[in-house]
């Protein structure tokens, strides 16, 4: 076998190894997923912040492939609701997970 060989059988092994390394598991996500929740986060946050009937900023949002975590403080069960709803609605949210409490 050639130097050159060696380093290509050892460039294809290194390269497989960073590819199952960069997978998803269940208690994991892979890069794109983590991404790809990153951004449905901040969409579930503008849209919450701009919805007019909320006026709350105690909200956390939180996304796990695709599963919106709201927690936080809201005044109201309205606003709650309301928070729930605008979250179901943003395109990629599976599904959400309401852990607000009123203040």
């Known amino acids: 076998m050639t130097t050159r060989n060696i380093y290509a059988v ?3 092994c290194l390269s497989g190894l960073l590819l199952t390394g960069c997978g998803a598991s269940p208690e994991r996500e892979s890069t794109g ?17 701009n919805h007019p009937d909320l006026t709350v900023a105690e909200i956390n949002v939180e996304t ?13 069960v309205a606003e709650m609701n309301t928070a729930v709803m605008v ?5 990629g949210v599976t599904s959400v997970k309401n852990s607000m409490r009123l203040k």
Do not use: P
């Open 10 to 12: 050892f460039f294809l």
């Open 33 to 49: 997923e983590y991404f790809d929740d990153s951004v449905i986060t901040t969409k579930v946050k503008a849209a919450i912040f």
């Open 87 to 91: 979250a179901r609605e943003v395109t």
């Open 64 to 76: 796990f492939k695709g599963e919106v975590q709201l927690s936080g403080f809201v005044g109201s």
